[in-house]
């Protein structure tokens, strides 16, 4: 029987122990995956239609790229990014959509909160890259993504020494989870941070070790997306990984992801549609 998480969204309650699909919209201009950049109103319609039509449930706009080695990216262009998708998608798809923004800053999170009402916010630094972040958070009662990495992009992955680097998120989040409970902070999803401050090798650990993260009882949630993982293991490119984030997906899902963050929303839900009637079946084997 799998664990009910629930997340509290704009007065509604979602159980998020199931599995979800989250969908990308990069409002930024040098995503590693060039096909996700968004520069006009038309392509912010389209990619958000794509994803709904596909399955998404949930919509993560992001305005700071966080790839390796991108620059930095000031607060105030960040802002201007997201503010104008959150407007254009609050009109065009309706005032209940679900979104997350994905901001390590306070400043931009409370914002869109004050300008759009309650959203998610995905933290790829979990409360380290503003020391206003977590306070913010818990005085507004949002849910929010933890996700683990090192430095920064521009110098995460020079940080990738580990004494075992499963352990060490592991450590790193029983902590953080420790601080956020003192803050106040309720709906925590954890995201053991694919790519961030990790080489090839130690994500595929990260992966294959995924159900260890099952200890905290959080939503856990995986972005594998035509990530360097899969597309430099097969020798292809972020524009041919689609197939390689698939089996993966599935992989995560079978040790335990509950929200699966993805530029492809109707592959993900057909991957999850397969994971589900697969142990469906299995249940009534037992």
């Known amino acids: 029987m799998r664990p009910s998480y629930f997340m509290r ?20 201009p040098d995503s590693f995956y060039d096909r996700s950049r968004i520069n ?124 075992n680097v499963t352990d060490d998120v592991i450590r790193y989040f029983c902590d953080r989870l420790e601080l956020f409970e003192k803050k106040g902070l309720g709906d925590v999803i ?19 070790n995924l159900e260890r993260f099952g200890i905290f009882g959080r939503p856990i949630l995986v972005g594998l997306s035509r990530k360097t993982m899969v597309w430099r293991t097969l020798g292809l490119t972020p524009s041919e990984a689609l197939n390689g984030t698939t089996a993966l997906n599935f992989a995560a899902l079978e040790r335990g992801a509950n929200i699966l963050r993805v530029h492809d929303s109707k592959e993900a839900a057909q991957t999850i549609k397969l994971f589900e009637a697969m142990t469906e079946q299995a249940e009534t084997l037992r």
């Open 9 to 28: 969204y704009g007065g509604e309650l979602y159980d998020l122990g199931g599995h979800t699909v989250m969908g990308i919209v990069n409002m930024t």
């Open 190 to 208: 954890i995201d053991p941070g694919f790519g961030f401050a990790k080489t090839t090798e130690q994500n595929f650990e990260l992966l294959y």
């Open 40 to 163: 006009d109103d038309a392509a912010l319609m389209d990619a958000v239609s794509k994803h709904l039509e596909g399955g998404t449930q949930i919509i993560d706009i992001g305005g700071y790229s966080s790839r390796p080695g991108a620059d930095d990216v000031s607060a105030e262009q960040e802002l201007f990014r997201v503010l104008w998708a959150v407007e254009r998608i609050k009109k065009g798809f309706g005032e209940d959509m679900v979104i997350s923004v994905d901001t390590f800053r306070a400043s931009v999170a409370k914002r869109i909160v004050d300008s759009f009402g309650p959203v998610i916010i995905n933290d790829i630094t979990a409360g380290e890259g503003d020391p206003y972040m977590l306070d913010f958070v818990a005085e507004y009662k949002l849910p929010y993504i933890a996700m683990h990495m090192r430095g920064t992009p521009d110098t995460m992955q020079a940080m990738t020494n580990y004494d």
